[in-house]
């Protein structure tokens, strides 16, 4: 019986390729001066490369998130 996609994401071996790839974008992502998401008490915040953290306004009703118009 063939092993299903489930089964094969739970392997050390995937879940360590997976934590080396995330890194990899990490260090790519700070050395292009890009933010990180951060969570601090419970609010979500940008934390940029110098340490500076701007708070993340959430949106209830963003634009790309609204079905297209049909008509």
Known sequence: MDKSVLHL??????????????????EERERLGLPKA????GVVHKQFPD???ERVELQKNHAS???PDLR
Do not use: E, N, W, Y
């Not at 994401?9 to 990490?26: H, N, V, Y």
């Open 38 to 41: 951060v969570l601090i008490d």
């Open 65 to 67: 998130l609204k079905s």
């Open 9 to 26: 994401t739970q392997t050390p071996k995937f879940k360590g390729r997976l934590m080396d790839r995330f890194k990899k974008i990490a």
């Open 51 to 53: 340490g500076r953290l």
